[in-house]
């Protein structure tokens, strides 16, 4: 019985980090949408902000549903309380620092960098 009741709460507990925001995007990002608008999003566990330069913000609920990582690039899948779906993506291989926001079709909402405000061309460009 006491098996049955640690496999129990070991799965609860798996469940429950699993719908949370993973600490890879969590905090604050400066973004920049493709008519070159910027914003502000600021994920925590389970909610994320998006501030406009006006300071208006708008919030969302979401649970984290999917990681997947290839080539040592991730891409996180989020459910919003709505049923919208979107992706976080880390195209650059070993740097999170840099990305972009998707919705459900691959259709790119957000650039987003940790300290910059930049496009999705920045994070494609050729050197």
Do not use: H
């Amino acid at each position: 019985m006491k098996k049955v009741k640690y496999l129990v709460t070991l799965l609860a507990v798996i469940f429950l980090i699993a719908c949370s925001g993973s600490d890879t995007y969590r905090g604050d990002w400066k973004a920049t949408n493709v008519d070159g608008e910027q914003y502000n999003l600021t994920f925590n566990a389970k909610s994320f902000t998006v501030t406009n330069t006006a300071g208006e913000v708008t919030n969302y609920n979401y649970t984290q549903n999917s990681v997947n990582i290839k080539n040592s690039v991730e891409t996180y899948g989020l459910n919003l309380e709505d049923g919208r779906k979107y992706q976080l993506n880390f195209p650059l291989a070993d740097d999170e620092s840099v990305g972009l926001l998707l919705d459900s079709n691959g259709k790119v909402l957000y650039a987003i960098s940790r300290d910059n405000y930049i496009t999705y061309d920045d994070i494609f460009a050729l050197d």
